[in-house]
């Protein structure tokens, strides 16, 4: 019990830091696992907490050329795609 609520708690910590700074999470994921391929950027990524990223998912819709995969330990998948323009 004290071993997920340590682990929650850190997910919390995490989530809150990515909403404290708009765009950090997201550039820290982009350039760990970005792979440029043609004009788009493309990301890859798995978290244990999926608050963490559906949060990084927003974020990263918001970058232009970006195409994303990710992943959460509970079974959430989210994929974001370049807006259409």
Known sequence: MERLTDESQAAAKRAEAVDATPGAGAEAVAAAGATTLGAHR??????????????LATELQAEPG???????????????LPRAT
């Open 66 to 80: 970006t195409v994303a995969l990710l992943g959460a330990d509970d079974g959430t998948v989210v994929v974001c």
């Open 42 to 55: 493309v990301v890859v990524y798995r978290d244990a907490d999926a608050a963490l990223v559906r949060a």
